[in-house]
């Protein structure tokens, strides 16, 4: 990780399964920067403004360490990027296509931002991209997490992209 650049939510979460996860070939990456242009009270996300644009050598590294590192599934998920048109969708994007170039049986899940100051077309460019799972967390008001949490496990949420 360190010879790529890379930073890994496994490390910086402090994630007490990161030996375990590791071993199974397993890995969640973080792109587009350490910090968050959001402050969410949940998060331990360094906040404030992105010290620089987006790295585009990044997805590269990533797919190269990927690779390196044999890895049976990769989790790639993100500060948010506000600061940034379309939120680093086509950053997404190519970290997926250059990790199916160099790693084509590396199943690829995504974890997103929302997106919400984006165009409704940014998912599309990173749906299109194809990861083999396309997640994003939900977080709801105080009120109603033990109502959301008691349903959790057969609580889902899908937004339909409709293509043409």
Same mark, same amino acid.
């Given at each position: 990780?360190?010879?790529? /650049?890379?930073?890994?939510?496994?490390?910086?979460?402090?994630?007490?399964?990161?030996?375990?996860?590791?071993?199974?070939?397993?890995?969640?990456?973080?792109?587009?920067?350490?910090?968050?242009?959001?402050?969410?009270?949940?998060?331990?996300?360094?906040?404030g403004k992105p010290p620089e644009d987006l790295d585009i050598f990044e997805p590269?590294?990533?797919?190269?360490?990927?690779?390196?590192?044999?890895?049976?599934?990769?989790?790639?998920?993100?500060?948010?990027?506000?600061?940034v048109q379309d939120g680093g969708a086509e950053h997404f994007a190519q970290t997926?296509?250059?990790?199916?170039? /160099?790693?084509?049986?590396?199943?690829?899940?995504?974890?997103?931002?929302?997106?919400?100051?984006?165009?409704?077309?940014?998912? /599309?460019?990173?749906?299109d991209a194809k990861p083999d799972v396309f997640n994003h967390n939900l977080e709801?008001?105080?009120?109603?997490?033990?109502?959301?949490?008691?349903?959790?496990?057969?609580?889902?949420?899908?937004?339909?992209?409709?293509?043409?």
């Amino acid at each position: 990780m360190r010879d790529n /650049k890379l930073v890994t939510v496994c490390e910086e979460a402090g994630c007490p399964n990161v030996g375990e996860c590791w071993s199974q070939g397993h890995a969640t990456m973080m792109i587009m920067g350490e910090v968050c242009t959001r402050a969410c009270t949940f998060c331990n996300i360094a906040t404030g403004k992105p010290p620089e644009d987006l790295d585009i050598f990044e997805p590269g590294r990533v797919a190269d360490a990927v690779k390196k590192l044999g890895l049976n599934h990769v989790v790639v998920t993100s500060v948010d990027r506000d600061d940034v048109q379309d939120g680093g969708a086509e950053h997404f994007a190519q970290t997926i296509r250059a990790i199916r170039k /160099k790693s084509p049986n590396t199943t690829i899940e995504i974890l997103t931002p929302d997106f919400i100051r984006c165009d409704d077309n940014v998912l /599309k460019v990173v749906v299109d991209a194809k990861p083999d799972v396309f997640n994003h967390n939900l977080e709801t008001v105080p009120g109603l997490i033990s109502r959301s949490k008691a349903r959790s496990t057969i609580f889902s949420f899908i937004k339909v992209i409709a293509t043409s």
